[in-house]
């Protein structure tokens, strides 16, 4: 292997480790409580200069974080999206393709740390192109207010529920208070709370 090769390679060894030192932590712990000299730490390096070569800043960590979850959750929606040939459907199928990828996301402990972090509130509302499609699909189903406007207010407290309940649900599975058994119950739960509020 050339040198090259090598110092790439370790250099990308590196980085996933900061990073999945990194997410667990923020999800612990919370992201304000985390240091980057705890990351270098958790990450075994020697000290924080590793960190931020890699990733600029904390803030940087936890976007590097947040879109690698991002990126997976948008794939899994597009190809939802695609597999309706079409079809409009109802809002009850568009609030599945909403929910059931973040579900997915309880399956492994990386999975379940960007739930918590997501629940902390942090990163951007940024949305990825098919998120975007299907939001805008979903908002096709909603009634406006009664004088016209629409609902200012409805889709952020579907994200603050989405988040926190799966959050929830991640903490209660890895306690063992939960288990996967019924999770296919509390996801269906979970899709007609979201449903119920978007419809009301």
């Known amino acids: 292997m050339s040198t090259r090769g090598g110092n790439a390679q ?7 480790k900061i990073r999945n030192a990194a997410e667990q932590l923020f999800a612990q712990e919370g992201f304000d409580r985390v240091t980057l000299r705890r990351i270098a730490r958790e990450a075994d390096q020697g000290n924080v200069a590793a960190v931020q070569y890699h990733f600029g800043s904390k803030q940087g960590l936890l976007a590097a974080v947040v879109d690698e979850h991002r990126s997976e ?9 695609e597999g309706l040939h079409g079809e409009d ?4 199928t568009l609030i599945g393709f909403l929910v059931e990828p973040l579900a997915a996301k309880l399956d492994d402990a990386s999975g379940r740390a960007y ?9 951007n509302d940024e949305m990825r192109p098919a998120t975007r499609s299907l ?5 096709r189903h909603l009634r406006p207010l009664d004088d016209g406007r629409p609902d200012a207010y409805r889709g952020r407290f579907a994200v603050l529920l989405l988040f926190h309940a799966l959050a929830d649900r991640a903490e209660a599975e890895q306690a063992g208070r939960a288990q996967r058994s019924d999770r296919p ?6 899709a007609r709370a979201i449903e119920g509020l978007f419809a009301a």
């Not at 959750?73 to 999206?81: F, N, P």
């Open 10 to 16: 370790a250099s990308n060894e590196t980085r996933s």
């Open 73 to 81: 959750i948008d794939d899994r929606r597009a190809a939802l999206l």
């Open 89 to 92: 459907p109802d809002l009850e």
């Open 115 to 123: 739930l918590q972090i997501q629940a902390q509130g942090l990163s």
């Open 135 to 139: 939001v805008g699909r979903i908002s």
């Open 185 to 190: 119950a509390f996801v269906a739960s979970l």
